[in-house]
């Protein structure tokens, strides 16, 4: 078996032929690195913008939280109606009790 023998050219020639791809690949490892920067910054935009909203959010719920125990409070020291009701039966009888006696005594 006879054993082909390279030439200067031939190497040459492969040698640039592998300086180019080696050039190519640089070229998209730049770009990639471009974009994997631009991922990076967006998704730091992002945790940005969604601390803020889940800052806001939760602001907002706290102030709903006092103002529902605000609520709370006052109902707690509101009667309700159906005692209101009961209260006035009770004292229109008292006053029906207490005419009758006042025109017994007149």
């Known amino acids: ?5 390279t030439t ?5 020639k492969a040698v ?6 080696i050039d190519k690949i640089s070229t ?7 974009g994997v920067k631009t991922i990076s910054t967006s998704l730091d ?11 806001e959010v939760n602001t907002r719920i706290t102030a709903l939280e006092a103002g529902h125990e605000d609520i709370k409070i006052r109902l707690d020291n ?3 109606r159906f005692e209101l009701v ?8 008292l006053e029906e009790i207490v005419l009758s006696k006042s025109k017994r005594k007149s």
């Open 45 to 55: 935009d992002l945790a940005r913008i969604t601390k803020s909203g889940f800052e």
């Open 16 to 21: 640039n032929g592998l300086a180019k791809n």
């Open 8 to 12: 200067n050219k031939e190497l040459a």
């Open 28 to 34: 998209a490892t730049d770009g990639l690195r471009k």
């Open 78 to 80: 509101v009667a309700y």
């Open 86 to 93: 009961e209260v006035q039966k009770r004292l229109k009888i």
């Open 1 to 5: 078996m006879k054993e082909k023998e």
